[in-house]
């Protein structure tokens, strides 16, 4: 068992965000780099083409008006309107590029998130809540699409004005040059000293954001039972005290990302006030001209409004990698099962099963099972009792590989589970879990999920078997009947025997049940088993049930408790040795007889 | 839709909470700041025009300096520069307070609307969750209220900032050219029609991006609810398949809207630059014609050109702020939804332990379908009621009835005699306790949940909670013992181990009332007879029991059994044996099974 998170403890990250994990985005955006390039270009273009308007007042203002010539006036009016059109279709396709860019870059990205948490184990989703990776998923991967498109656009576009207005600048004058770049050093200096911390401002406001989602997730799911315990306003108050931290972390990150700007906007300033100042009292000797020094300081201004707008991209790069930190978290969370390199497809099996001084922990240390041996025939059906805890469920999910061993092997046929993919080994398994998740969807389609080729004929038949049918028939819109996780219009007994129909229906060569009837009443479980009887001739399988009645015609019997096998035989094997397993069925037996 | 949306509005509004003056009061700043920054750029002007030129004419902005004619060319200069400087630090230095304050209005703001989004779901009844998925509750959660959080810190400074600069604008030009500038607001119609367009046309836009953004997240998370099903029938690439489609759908969509807003805001923007355009000429053309001089010229020239920032800032403010109002409204209808269980108007003030509880031919209907018929039941302090039936026969329906997660349909339940209608919702669950079927534990340590209805619980009692549920030997084999930290569905725990922490959690509950909703049905049978002999020692609490196997429910002082929502046998263990009904057939399978066992 990994050490568990919680709404009240922070995620720790791998790997802190650096700006050399930017570089990581790098195959999101070689795949788009058509769009954004295309962007790149009409973006330059709609820049030059804005740049002819002032030449076309310029010409108004110093011909055609000197020269009284309204036709002309007229001419370039409409050439100038023409020219407005070509930039505005410009950004038009610009605005479409860059916006096709950063959705495919967050969609291939979430596909990646989404299909690595696919491949992770069980150990990963039980160590933390759900909230926390769903916001992982959709809103932090939602929120890097601005950045990852119009921010690398705009960032060149930028740094192109920059470089042209800089050659303007040295063309002119070289020394005005170095006063307008005066204030450079002070923006470097800032960004050092202020790095660190705005970055850790962001990390620690998502991590509050995590925490406050995976609450509110939790507190949804779990509401039934707040409410029945009345802890509403104890709720409230842990609520109101995440939301106060995330607020407070908000905040202390916003002050810090708004200092940016007014820092900037003052730099213009003073450097344009320093221009003035150098050129009339100490640059004496060179005698500026007055147009120069206008010149100069209006190109101070083009100079600093890049700046100004690359020090906003660098705020949200900032936002973007405490999103972008996460992200690449959860991409590098390690798959721990999973296909060995040179893993082959298990071939269709019959059935054979041997476990192999297998040795299982949860946690380190603490043994589960020890030098556990099996070995089960094709076909033979295993039982497996003991009190709860001892490792009953255990045996059979390691079987289907849901953990991998400390010690010993698995074999399939004479195959070592491990070296087998992973998709082979699950596909002929059918295990009917403890839990019976129901999805949103029809009931058909629950059922489905066992087989998604299945036609509706297949699903009925499985529906019939684990007598299902029947209430399915009487919901309201019989098959088509919507459900959904919570499912509250069904019952537990009715979202069992659907979890069982899929099951059935997935056609297994081993069928694992796990307590698949412990919600069904006594009547219905008969029916249940006199249904699948048929279904379990010729196929392994491996049944874990409290009420004996319901396993003493299995082919073996298995005790289990201490980390291991205790007994094993038939019934009447077990009962005539009179051991654990006597003991136990005799309790049950006088507990029904006493009635 | 408008009246709606009006609504929505106020309740942002009425979450603002002694703010909204203060809200409006920064607003108001922001249109002065825009006046201010203005000033440096005049500054630097004058500056040009005095120390380089040798302008002689003093204006307002000398005279506050303490510039004079003839002053010296340096003294001059620095006193111009000390007045950009002390304007651009104040000007910036205050729009950084007003930024501030308005992001904290913001969060405060938004963090009201959460806690008062979370009060509401905690009223909202079981029906309410079986209908709305939980994805969509976080989404409300979550991105909906970071938008109004955006609204209020950015969005409306950028509005303000906008129209007032944009009036401005206007007025300049009226001030250097009236009839020119009448000429011009002939196009004001068109903006106005073509940005109503646009605030309608993005109202239908946002929403269909914003319901895939939900189908996407409902999706994603049950997918990470399901992750235990989705490995054992290896469906990760089917699951794959489903993110992709519905990622590709949300993808598609947001490039068509980006597209669809182009085809409006496109028109839009060529209006502005042909105005401004249009303006240029027909000054040309008064200047030809001398009504207007050159320099006149330049000014109106830059001020018509300046009206075009603002125009373009307003599209793409009509296209968010639309996207607000959509999870703006969806966040008031979450607000506003009722609940269909709530206190009624009279309360009885009378409370205090449960003695009696009674069904008075109580019905039930959900979605149309009768779950409970007329149902008759009288337990009181002491008694124990167990109700047995078919799977889907309501028993869950029945036990959910007393915990008023659902009111009956017809009929009613009194407690104490009282209609359970008009008791304090609190105050009647407060005594009682509960364990579901459905094992729901949370992602905290064991002590916390067993402590949950009390989290001042001492560790004695919690311990002593445990041992009462049988769970104490398991739980102290734990490497962390009570502080063990366990997950939202107790997973890494077995069945029957979760079962008992969920027991262990109800009788720790200080309750007149105790309800046993099958919560041994993952237990082994040994375990249960211990559990169900230390259930035995509780007397001062009315006792219901849902259960599948007989030894459960033989020493209950009435058994009920239920099949279709009715109660078809009741009685004592030896009266319902009698009759040869139902429950006779059941203890005829289970006793039948084990002398078969026994002697076969």
Known sequence: MAKRNTYGVDETLETPFNIKNLMRCKPYILHNIKALIGALIFSILATIFGLLGPTYTQIIIDDLIPNQNVRAVVMIAVLYFITSCLAEFCTFFQTIMTSKAGHRIIHEIRVDVFGHIQKLSFNYFDSRPRGKILIRVVNYVNNVADFLSNGLVNTVVQALSIIFILIFMLMLSPKLTLCVMAGLPLVLLYLVLIKSRQRRAWTNWSAKNSNATAYVSESINGMQITQAFNREKINQGIYQTLIQKLNKAHMKAVSINLLMPVLIENIMRFVVCFLYLMAVLFFTQEQYETGVIIAMASYANRFWGPIQSMANIYNSLINTGSYLERIFDTLDEKVDIKDEPDAKDLPPITGRVDYENVTFAYEEGINILENLNLHVEPGQSIALVGPTGAGKSTIVNILCRFYDLQGGRILLDGHDIRHVTLHSLRSQLGIMLQDSFIFTGTIRDNIRYGKLDATDEEIITAAKTVCAHDFIMNTENGYDTEVNEKGSTLSSGQRQLICFARTILANPRILILDEATSSIDTETEKLVQEGIANLLKGRTSFIIAHRLSTIANCDQILYIANKGIQEQGTHEELLTKKGLYYQLYTAQAEETANV | ?600
């Not at chain 2, 609504?7 to 979450?15: G, H, M, V």
């Not at chain 2, 060529?270 to 240029?280: E, P």
């Not at chain 2, 009315?542 to 109660?567: F, H, M, W, Y």
């Open chain 2, 1 to 600: 839709m408008l009246f709606e949306l009006m609504k929505s509005i106020r309740f942002i509004f009425s979450n603002m909470h002694g703010k909204k003056f203060l809200f409006f009061f920064l607003l108001l700043m922001v249109a002065l700041i825009g006046l201010i920054v203005l000033l440096p750029t005049i500054l630097i002007g004058n500056l040009v025009d005095h120390v380089l030129e040798g302008e002689t004419s003093i204006t307002w902005i000398e005279r506050v300096l303490g510039i004079q004619v003839g002053m010296d060319k340096a003294e001059m200069l620095i006193r111009y520069v000390l007045g950009v400087v002390a304007i651009s630090l104040f000007s910036t230095g205050l729009r950084y307070l007003v930024h501030i304050l308005l992001h904290r209005i913001a969060f405060q703001t938004s963090g009201r609307i959460r806690m008062a989004l979370y009060e509401k779901l905690q009223t909202l009844s079981a029906d309410f969750y079986a209908h709305m998925p939980s994805g969509e509750l976080i989404a409300n959660m979550t991105s909906d209220i970071s938008l109004i959080e955006s609204m209020i810190c950015s969005y409306a400074y950028d509005w303000v900032k906008n129209i007032s600069l944009f009036i401005f604008t206007l007025y300049m030009l009226f001030y250097y050219n009236t009839t020119l500038t009448l000429m011009l607001t002939a196009f004001l119609p068109v903006f106005a029609v073509l940005s109503f367009v646009i605030f309608r046309y993005t109202r239908l836009l946002h929403k269909r991006l914003r319901d895939k953004f939900s189908e996407m997240n409902v999706y994603v998370n049950e997918n990470l609810g399901a992750y235990r099903v989705v490995k054992a029938f290896a469906r990760e690439d089917y699951e794959n398949q489903r993110l992709n489609k519905l990622s590709t759908e949300y993808q598609d969509i947001a490039i068509d809207n980006a597209k669809k807003r182009l085809y409006f805001s496109t028109p839009l923007h060529l209006t502005a630059r042909l105005m401004s355009i249009f303006g240029l000429c027909v000054a040309a053309i008064y200047v030809i014609r001398g009504e207007m001089t050159v320099g006149m010229l330049t000014i109106f020239n830059t001020f018509v050109f300046n009206l075009q920032e603002p125009v373009r800032s307003i599209t793409t403010l009509i296209s968010v702020t639309q996207q607000v109002l959509v999870s703006a409204n969806k966040i008031y209808g979450l607000y506003t939804t009722e609940p269909d269980v709530g206190n009624a108007s009279e309360l009885q003030s009378k409370h205090g332990r449960i003695k009696t509880i009674e069904f008075r031919d109580v019905s039930l209907e959900l979605d149309g379908c009768r779950i409970l018929d007329h149902i008759n039941l009288k337990i009181s302090t002491g008694q124990t009621l167990a109700i047995m039936g078919p799977t889907g026969a309501g028993k869950t329906i029945l036990i959910s009835l007393l915990i008023r997660l659902y009111d009956p349909t017809e009929g009613a339940i009194y407690i104490n005699g009282v209609n359970a209608r008009r008791i304090d919702l609190q105050k009647l669950r407060r005594e009682i306790a509960i364990a579901t079927q459905d094992v729901f534990l949370f992602s905290d340590t064991i002590d916390s949940n067993i402590a949950y209805s009390n989290p001042d619980m001492s560790e004695e009692m919690v311990r002593q909670m445990a041992e009462t549920a049988q769970a104490a030997d398991f739980i102290e084999k734990l490497s962390d013992g009570y502080d063990t930290i366990i997950g939202e569905r107790g997973i890494g725990l077995s069945g029957g181990q979760r079962q008992r922490i969920a027991l262990a959690r109800a009788v720790a509950k200080d309750s007149s009332l105790i309800i046993l909703d099958d919560t041994t049905s993952a237990v082994d049978m040994e375990t249960e007879v211990s559990i169900l002999q230390e259930l035995r020692k509780i007397t001062n609490k009315i006792k219901v029991i849902v259960a599948q196997r007989i030894s459960s429910v033989q020493d209950a002082d009435e058994i009920i059994i239920l099949q279709n929502g009715r109660i078809t046998e009741r009685g004592k263990h030896e009266e319902l044996l009698a009759l040869n009904g139902y429950y006779a057939e059941i203890y005829r399978i289970a006793h039948q099974n084990e002398e078969v066992e026994l002697h076969g």
